[in-house]
Nanobody, 126 residues
Framework: QVQLVESGGGTVQTGDSLRLSCTAS????????IAWFRQAPGKEREFVAS????????YYSDSVKGRFTISRDNTKNTVYLQMNSLNSEDTANYYC???????????????????WGQGTQVTVSS
């Protein structure tokens, strides 16, 4: 069974950086869109960024644009989320998700993704 596994979360201070990893096991997701979502306690799951497996098409939410960078290493079957200039509003459980690519590239609703990782916690403290 294909699985997505996130790692790299932790506790940092405001202004620090973290790099999250999402590794796909079982197969190479060459035809998939990979996205990052985040969810804080009591809040809805929020779209962060997405990328085609090749990296040719990338999309960011306004809240992270200019601070976060999504990238990938196809040889390691891994997608990364480099997070810079972190602040308290970035505190959340971060999930990676996969969707078979078809039609328009941009998909920001969680229900549009069929593969999900278990999440990794990011906490930003002052």
């Amino acid at each position: 069974q294909v699985q997505l596994v996130e790692s790299g979360g932790g506790t940092v201070q405001t202004g620090d950086s973290l790099r999250l990893s999402c590794t796909a096991s079982g197969r190479t997701l060459s035809n998939y869109i990979i996205a990052w979502f985040r969810q804080a306690p009591g809040k809805e799951r929020e779209f962060v960024a997405s990328s085609s497996w090749s990296g040719s098409t990338i999309y960011y939410s306004d809240s992270v644009k200019g601070r976060f960078t999504i990238s990938r290493d196809n040889t390691k079957n891994t997608v990364y989320l480099q997070m810079n200039s972190l602040n308290s509003e970035d505190t959340a459980n971060y999930y990676c998700a996969g969707r078979e690519r078809s039609g328009p590239f941009v998909h920001t609703n969680p229900g549009e993704y069929e593969l999900w990782g278990q999440g990794t916690q990011v906490t930003v403290s002052s």
